[in-house]
């Protein structure tokens, strides 16, 4: 499992660098909504996370995380190293401004 942060403004000025990630997985066709973590707590974040890798989901984009939040995804990331079922997912999440 690959992390990646990065604030939510992060980008070239002209559209945030999530909104890169996600205009780049709808031209290859993956598109999938963004999770708005601001509507989760840390353990519903993990559990919609689960879910989405579950469903075949290998790119999971995230915004508007809070630091702990993002402080569960990493320790998540930790707990799940062994398992081969997450060895391709990539998760990018945007922190809150």
Not at 67 to 87: F, G, K, N, R
Request: a negative charge.
């Amino acid at each position: 499992m690959q992390i990646q942060v990065f604030m939510g403004n992060a980008g070239d000025g002209k559209t945030s660098k999530l909104q890169e990630i996600q205009d780049r997985l709808e031209w290859m066709g993956k598109s999938h909504p963004v999770i708005q973590a601001g509507a989760y707590g840390e353990d519903g974040l993990l559990q919609i996370l689960e879910v989405r890798a579950a469903a075949g989901q290998r790119e999971i984009l995230v915004d508007e995380c809070s630091p702990q939040q993002i402080l569960s995804v990493l320790e998540w990331q930790a707990c799940t190293e062994e398992d081969p079922d997450y060895t391709d997912l990539v998760i990018h999440l945007a922190r809150q401004d």
